[in-house]
């Protein structure tokens, strides 16, 4: 009589540090790509890299970052409303939500939402509660309600969305009428000269730098990419008309490199 097999658990190999890093560089090249998991992928990412990000920020972009929220938070034209509540979208760790709040004569509070919570908290204490309130929220469906707020904006967020559209149109709805949306994202510049530089510091140094400085192996590789994959300004310009923004229009900043989109809602 023949004895009884023995039952035998097959596992997984374990990946090495090289597959490591090919799945993440597949991750973030989909993910960039806009494939179905960018939503995971960012997520993950943003909540990994949260503890060097403003770092990060203001070292790769030589500061300039400073200078481009600064000039979002202006469009905003927070000063008709500074009572209200506006909405700091795609938030990260509170900067732009905290430069409003500090603005003098502000007397509003700030919503920021995100759905990378480590990054909320690394926002924590850069202004207070009472008027920059963090709010644990996807940019797709966000708890407020219609028409609730006076203004929004998102710095350099807007790229990371799942669904661009489906984004735009929460914006329009929880806008209030006479309430304007100011978009702050990267974009490549029209001159073949500094396009060539951009490009060299933007998929090169850039990534290297990130990758040292923050310790992931592909959080600054998908950076890149994802403005590649994004609308050229024209094209967000239309995507925001047919989400229902009047009067959209953009500028270049610092030779192209940057961009500032602003839509507003009509009147009731």
Known sequence: MLAPRR?????PMPLTTAEHG???ALDAAGAARGEASKRAYVRRIFSEIAPRY??????LSLNLDKVWRRRAVAELQWQRRPGATYLDLCAGTLDVGALLA??????GLVVGADFAEPMLRMGEGKAP???LAPL???AQ???LADGSVAGAVVAFGIRNVADLDATLGEVRRVLAPGGRFVVLEFSTPSSPAVRALYHAYFHHVLPAVGRLVSGHPTAYTYLPRSVANFPACDELARRMSRAGFAGVRWHPLTFGVAAIH???VGPA
């Open 7 to 11: 039952a035998v658990t097959f596992r």
């Open 22 to 24: 090919e799945r993440g």
């Open 54 to 59: 403003d770092f990060l920020n203001h070292l």
């Open 102 to 107: 500090r603005q003098a004569g502000f007397r």
């Open 129 to 131: 509660r009472a008027v």
């Open 136 to 138: 644990a929220a996807d």
């Open 141 to 143: 469906a966000l708890p």
């Open 262 to 264: 602003v839509g507003e």
